[in-house]
């Protein structure tokens, strides 16, 4: 009984870790996004010639990812 009890409370533990390392690694794409998608649009206003065109719509790009990564973790949790 007390090592069925010990299995049940371990395999609980790891689903646990499991879930956390799912939810970390969203906040950490959710936190590189935002960050290199304003990255991008401050060089890309910088620039504001040729390739600045392409660094504001890819950072853009990246914010609305980082915005729809926020969203599903906001709808997850839920």
């Given amino acids: 009984m007390a ?3 010990r299995q049940s409370l371990g395999s609980a533990k790891s689903a646990l870790r499991r ?3 799912v939810a970390m690694s969203a906040l950490v794409w959710f936190l590189l996004c935002g960050a290199a ?3 991008l649009v401050v060089a890309g206003v910088a620039v504001l010639f040729g390739t600045g065109w ?3 719509a890819a950072g853009a790009f990246l914010i609305f990812t ?3 990564i926020g ?3 906001k709808h997850g949790s839920a």
């Fill in 3 to 5: 090592t069925l009890l």
């Fill in 19 to 21: 879930a956390l390392a």
């Fill in 37 to 39: 998608g304003m990255a």
């Fill in 54 to 56: 392409a660094l504001i």
């Fill in 66 to 68: 980082a915005a729809l």
């Fill in 71 to 73: 969203r599903g973790m």
